[in-house]
């Protein structure tokens, strides 16, 4: 069996606890834009702004294409970050014992490079991976595929922490093993496509033995 050598963390829902703040914000978008999507918000997590624009709301005009881009961007620029329990012990775990570390995220560079200043991780991670970087957003296993490349990582070297259905099919496919984080979806629906699954990082010992 390949020893895994390199932890890749989706951000939200995974190292920070975000996403009732974008379920609200989601939620708000396609009541008030007639949608008529049953939980939208849980349909696309995980995946990117344009891509959700692209699919959700291109019926619109430009003019209101980018009245909601800007919406997001202004919500992601005033959002809290709080940590989920045990993740920056778990970081700390992992940099101590030279394991390469990565994020792997749909959110934008903005979003990213505010939220890692506020947690004070902007030095942290070996590679960070944002919707910048690829033009297929998760299930697409592009940016699982990309990290592993920036760190020199196969494949079977990496594991990943994921919360949504699409992070999960992107690790998935990109060849890594998973682990579900139930922040967001319930356990028993994460179980059933991840090799185990957690609430959170706050039992270390139970999380580094997925290591081995």
Partial sequence: MTKISTVLFDFDGVIADTEPQYDIHIEDLGE???LGIENFALQVKGTTSPDILKKYFSHLSQEEQDKIAQE?????LNMDFPLVDGVMDFIKYLKDNNYKTGIVTSSQDFKMKRALDILQLSDTFDVVVTAARITEGKPNPMCYKLAAQDLNSSPAECIVFEDSLH????????????????TTIPHEVLIERTENVVPNFSDMQQIIKYLN
């Fill in 72 to 76: 997001l961007e202004d919500f992601e």
């Fill in 32 to 34: 008030r834009y007639n």
């Fill in 167 to 182: 992070g999960i099919r992107a690790g998935q496919d990109a060849g890594m093993k998973v682990i579900g984080l139930s």
